[in-house]
């Protein structure tokens, strides 16, 4: 989808509870995107988008994140660039649909959803540590993620 | 979240392609909701779709079909009152919202993303041959669906 | 866009707030849809909205209320189906895709969007009592207005 | 509703056809947002979009571009971050939200929705060249229309 000169973007799918080493992933995987040039896609809370999010910044990439309120000062404080949507869940849908490909971190409801939207609409999916859902790839790492997700 | 004296909203989410069986099922499904008085929302297109909302109209009952294309004249013949979105898949957030409970029939990504979105906003979720989520209900057949989604 | 069999889908969009006259003149601006076969789509609440919709059902006419939040229980009375979206003023949008033309009544600003979205997307557009945009139709009276709105 | 620390965010609503005076005039408002700090929001597209994304890139700022299609591609190449929403025209309420004042330029409905919107919001709205709507104001030039945004 994207013009050869342009960036990949790239969404980060997590809930924003999560343990300690998703997290650690979840910054992990987005410290290789940015390194990649990708750029990264979240829902633009905490947890699990809030850390991939950071990983980006600290490694000089762009983040895009579309918020489910309507207050853009609910973003995490690493979102370079913030949409306050006030669409609810249903802002999942836009996180998709502005991505290119799909990395699924851990198990919450919401996380789900992306991964069916994102297959529905052909797109590339990649799991780590989450679901496990036939037509996804899933990744033993991060740089797998990654590697999986750009491939 | 209905008042005491308006039915209940039933969404049936399945898939435009489905086995004989299936699309019996779903039949079943839709004319049981009708007569205990709730209305069917649906897709609005073919397959489980259709067969609910045939099933629910023979029954007298009343369907919804909220569209993902703009043209209200794609939806089955048996959607009483139709909403053309042109959201496309986005819609799948709107029948789950417009509705108290969903009954799921069969194994697509679309029904899968109703089933998380339906979870995730707290709903109640039956699933009659699909996807085995954890938080959702899984009936043996029809009747029991029914009974399950309207408890 | 309507199959040849199927009722044509009206607009009415206008205020929460408006004039006894403005809502003696969608009162009967919503019989005359439903005289004339049409479904009546509104906004769902109350004023111009509701009136129009107690219009349509007490002449055995249908009503689909798009309603702005995630309640139900917020349609007014007269809604024969309600979608409960949670979109907010976004909203607006679906109620001018869902029609086939709009019928404008009262001059608030929601209103204001739904006649250019209505425009915009090349439908037709009939004012009474309204907003004066090139492109739209004025209307004397509510008996000119469904006549412009189904020609 | 931005956090002290946080830029303002923008949007300059217009057509994608437009005059040579008007596309100047889009450039000098873009890039006097950037020079105050400002995220610029647009709808993606050529035109006034065009030319104010244009101006603040070339003055150093970032620039949203909230896309009607699927595609990001269709984004012109002076977007930072595209965000392809699928919605149509419904994102015109999207490009209203991210953003906390609308400057319009020119006559578009398009256009005139996004007035509509922001007004129905409660944001402020500055027109230069554009309809003049009740609770907008106009700016003679880009740095009245600038400074009235961001004052």
Known sequence: ?????????????GAGD???????????VGAL?????????????????EAACRGACEAGGTTLGILPGSDRGAANPWVTVAVATGL???????VVRAADAVIAIGGEYGTLSEIALALKAGKRVVGLGTWEIRGMRCAENPAAAVALALA
Chains 1, 2, 3, 4 share one sequence.
Request: aromatic residues 2%; proline residues 8%; without cysteine.
């Open 1 to 13: 989808m994207a013009r050869p000169s342009e960036p990949p973007y790239v969404a980060v799918a």
């Open 18 to 28: 999560a343990s300690p080493a998703m997290l650690e992933a979840a910054a992990e």
């Open 33 to 49: 995107l940015a390194r990649r040039g990708a750029v990264l896609v979240t829902g633009g809370l905490g947890g699990v988008m």
């Open 88 to 94: 609810g869940q249903l802002r999942n849908g836009l």
